[in-house]
């Protein structure tokens, strides 16, 4: 089929399933191995869909290891992100993988962009990493 179509981008579509598959099976190492390779190739996946993925392995990891990686790849999404749930999200992995300033600069930006439904929830995460609390349960 790569031969006959070679223009309907296969490798990302076979990548993004890779890693769906992944996060659905809760396998975060084979999770990782794919985003690697989607990544080292210049694909991407979804905002949404790496926005599930991130808040799955903040939620589920404490490895500081894993945090980061799922940060290096989740910080390609909110460069320019006007969308505060990712932004949140990205807050709340650095802040887990033990990057606080960074964090901080990150959720102060996700309240900022935030909504009235939404502002005082960002607010109550920034005032615990602040103090430096867990904003995970």
């Known amino acids: 089929v790569k031969a006959k179509y070679p223009t309907l ?15 659905y099976k809760k396998d975060t190492k084979s999770m990782l191995a794919a985003m690697k390779h989607m990544y080292a190739n210049n694909q991407q ?12 392995i903040f939620e589920s990891s404490e490895d500081k290891t894993v945090l980061s990686q799922v ?7 909110v460069t320019n992100a006007k ?3 990712i932004i949140d999200t990205y ?14 600069k990150w959720m102060e930006k996700a309240v900022a962009l935030s909504d009235a439904a939404a502002k005082s929830e960002y607010k109550a995460t920034l005032e615990k990493m602040k103090a430096g609390n867990p904003t995970w349960k």
């Open 91 to 104: 807050a709340n992995v650095l802040y887990k993988a033990g990057d606080k300033t960074n964090a901080l």
């Open 45 to 56: 996946l979804e905002d949404r869909v790496m926005n599930a993925i991130a808040w799955n």
């Open 83 to 85: 969308d505060p749930a």
């Open 71 to 77: 940060a290096m790849y989740l910080g390609k999404h």
């Open 9 to 23: 981008g296969w490798d990302k579509t076979i990548n993004t399933s890779k890693v769906t598959l992944a996060y």
